[in-house]
């Protein structure tokens, strides 16, 4: 997630129309005129939606401050080349100058954005999920992981963030510990082609839309180089409980997503057993982004109430995310079945 006096610099530039000079600024790199990108969302990027050929796109563009452009760059390459080699992904718009990817000088700074076609389909969430859909989940995530390797040029590699942990939280020596532990296990976890390669990164119900069993993918602002049990673990987080394993009523569909991506690539017993270790791996990472977002209150002066109460909504997260990292730690210690796999 940006800053949140980044995403407050932003709303502070959007009309009761929702509209923004700043979205107008970037948008005409696509030739749409001012007045058209309409505010969608901000999180780990400003969202707006233009009018498109029938159907509405999606205008995403990040702070030079926030993001650099050779990761907004990798990561509309990585979306084109997998909707061009036919996988279930929307692919970016190129600007008027024919690229995917533009840089913006704006009021607010340097902005770097991308274009997206709509997803075709409809939006699901837990309360929806059958064990059949499950299946088909795991299978589209076991598809994208096949249909990505060896694409992942310029995407950063993942749990990079983990080493601010302790200047970060230096106060809370728990956690700072229970982060070291799991990341000595992580270091000994191996690198092998069936467990490594590009990640979708937040591959839940949310960033998927869809027709009948057919999912289509969209939101890969946190593709990354890592391995796939994070990503299945991520994906994952509904269906589990405070230790990162299944929660008695979604057994059955954490169980299905698992035979579906299986039914599709290997995933060993072991990597199976490593899923509650990478949950807690996968809540460090977010405390980081979450302590980034929520540093230097003091730099909103007369903070609006939206704000106000997305940062208690952001600061109960941390609260639960912390408490998963120091229960996973607690559970890898004594659990015979956390072994590391072989390579």
């Keep these: 997630m940006m800053p949140l006096t980044e995403i407050d610099r932003l709303k502070q530039t959007v009309s009761e129309d929702w509209e923004s000079a700043v979205a107008d600024q970037v948008a005409a790199a696509w030739g749409h005129p001012s007045g058209t990108a309409r505010w969608w969302r901000s999180s780990a990027s400003h969202v707006f939606v233009l009018p498109g050929d029938g159907a509405r796109r ?162 890969f602002d946190e593709a990354a180089l890592s391995w796939y049990g994070a990503d299945i673990a991520y994906a994952l987080r509904d269906l589990t409980g405070p230790t990162g394993r299944p929660s008695p009523e979604q057994r059955p569909h954490y169980e299905a997503f698992l035979a579906g991506y299986r039914s599709v690539r290997p995933l060993a017993d072991e990597d199976i057993a490593h899923l509650p270790l990478f949950a807690g791996l996968n809540a460090a990472a977010s405390l980081v982004r979450l302590g980034r977002a929520l540093a230097d209150p003091a730099a909103v002066p007369n903070e609006p109430q939206w704000l106000a109460q997305l940062r208690a909504d952001l600061a109960e997260m941390t609260g639960a995310h912390r408490a998963l990292v120091l229960a996973t730690a607690r559970y890898c210690a004594s659990a015979p079945g956390m072994r590391l796999a072989s390579s």
């Design 58 to 219: 999606y205008l995403r563009f990040v702070p030079d401050s926030y993001r650099g452009p050779a990761h907004v760059a990798a990561v509309a390459e990585l979306m084109a080349r997998l909707h061009d080699a036919g996988a279930a992904v929307v692919r970016p718009v190129p600007a008027a100058s024919g690229a995917l990817t533009v840089t913006v000088p704006t009021g607010l700074g340097l902005m770097h954005a991308m274009v997206l076609e709509p997803a075709a389909g409809e939006e699901i969430d837990v309360t929806d999920l059958t064990e059949r859909r499950a299946r088909h989940w795991g299978r589209a995530l076991a598809r994208l992981h096949d249909d990505s390797a060896g694409l992942g040029a310029g995407l950063p590699t993942a749990f990079g963030e983990l080493a601010d942990v302790p200047a970060l939280f230096a106060g809370d020596h728990a956690l700072v510990e229970a982060v070291a532990q799991l990341t000595e296990r992580l270091d000994r976890l191996p690198r092998d082609g069936d467990r490594w390669g590009v990640v979708h990164g937040d591959f839940e119900l949310d960033n998927m839309a869809w027709s009948g069993d057919d999912s289509t993918a969209y939101d």
